[in-house]
């Protein structure tokens, strides 16, 4: 069966430089807005389990305020440590002011 696309939030909700968590099928995801550019991405840091929304959100990159691991965003990718592995992401589309999220 083909992925598809689920309604999780609106863009109004997500200014830019913002960022949203959501809970969606029994996961948290983080929703970042980047220069108007909706990212999603695992909103728990891999390193410990802390929520990446309590951080800041600088351009692509997202600071853990646990430990300082930043992640990239739109990749997932750790960019400081002490985290090493990386965010998964999810595929979001933009249809009018509704986010979509690929599940």
């Known amino acids: 069966m083909p992925n598809s696309f689920v309604q999780v939030a609106t ?14 099928q029994q996961r948290y995801i983080l929703l970042a807005n ?17 929520s990446l929304s309590l951080g800041c959100l600088d351009g692509e990159l997202i600071k853990c ?4 691991s930043r992640f990239n965003v739109r990749t997932g990718h ?6 090493e592995e990386p965010l998964r992401t999810y595929p979001i589309r933009v ?3 509704s986010v979509l999220l690929c599940c």
């Open 65 to 68: 305020t646990l430990h300082g």
């Open 34 to 50: 980047v220069g108007g550019t909706i990212y999603a991405c695992d909103d728990t840091c891999t390193h410990e389990d802390s």
């Open 95 to 97: 249809d009018g002011d």
């Open 11 to 24: 863009v109004s909700e997500i200014p830019a430089g913002q960022t949203l968590r959501i809970q969606h």
């Open 78 to 83: 750790p960019i400081e440590e002490p985290a």
